[in-house]
């Protein structure tokens, strides 16, 4: 059986708009090394506090708190990579069916509300560094400024808003 010849090509035949190798002004490895250095220090600091208290029954107090932050940074390293890779969470039935055109334009569409989101959050996370830096709160296990840790929550957002902003521009380019 083959299909009409009005029908276009077939599913199978459109390249992933992923795999359209597009050149990035800022390149992917920042978040790439940023990952692997935030992993190697999770897992020394964890491995640290296992031989701790394994041979003195004591634990660092300063290692979950550590690690936690360190687990939201890579979490947001993460988005920042798979934004700038177009590999974010969507449903494939809509994104990968149809014309390469209309699977452009839902990867626009995509990029300007990741864009829209996390600007909004970058935003609104400046007011939380500030009141916490105001009012020189501290954190629960360690005392040092809660500021240190929230800081990077507005910085990476506006890094994320600025990789969806690049990934609209770069799929707007040959649409």
Do not use: C
Not at 128 to 154: A, K, N
């Amino acid at each position: 059986m083959s299909s009409p010849p009005h029908a276009g090509p077939a599913p199978e035949t459109i390249l992933p708009l992923d795999e359209v190798g597009e050149p990035t002004r800022v390149p992917l490895q920042i978040e790439d090394w940023l990952t692997v250095l935030v992993m190697g220090a999770l897992a020394l600091i964890t491995f640290a506090n296992v031989l701790t208290r394994y041979f003195t029954n004591q634990s660092f107090a300063w290692t979950e708190e550590f690690s936690v932050f360190l687990m939201i940074v890579l979490a947001l390293v993460g988005s920042s990579a798979a934004v700038a890779r177009d590999r974010h969470i969507r449903i494939e039935y809509f994104s990968d069916s149809g014309s390469m055109a209309r699977r452009k334009k839902l990867s626009r569409l995509g990029a300007v509300l990741v864009a829209l989101l996390f600007t909004l959050i970058g935003v609104l996370s400046i007011r939380l560094v500030w009141d916490d830096y105001r009012f020189g709160e501290t954190s629960p296990g360690i005392g040092i400024p809660q500021w240190w840790y929230t800081i990077w929550l507005p910085i990476l957002s506006i890094g994320i808003a600025l990789r969806a902003v690049g990934l609209f521009i770069r799929r707007g380019r040959r649409a």
